[in-house]
């Protein structure tokens, strides 16, 4: 399923239910395989000791670039995305060689789709 697209491909991320580090891990991997509106030097900060963060990154998915191995996980990593069906389905593809991927729930719209999953280091 690579066909070409004729516009961008978005998917809006959220991440959360784990610390800074991994939130930069799964961040820092997904900039090395699509444009993404983070900055290269953009680390996750945590604003308050016992509140839970969610961190947010937005993806371009049209064009998949090379994708390293990430660096290894402490934890798992809680992982809610949204966009077309295809890019979700671009995303997924790219995320299950890289990490263990377990679904949580997902939800499907007319235009849309919603992805939760859990990613743990392989």
Partial sequence: MDRVRPHEEPVSLEISGCSKEDARIVFDTLCTCFESDRAADEVPQQLHETRPMVWLGTFEVTDAHECPA???????????????????????????????????TSASGDQERELHVRLESR
């Fill in 70 to 104: 990430p660096a290894r996980l402490s934890s798992s990593v809680e992982v809610d995305a949204q966009g077309g069906y295809w890019a979700i389905e671009r995303l997924r593809s790219t995320l299950d060689p890289l990490f263990t991927v377990r679904d949580l």
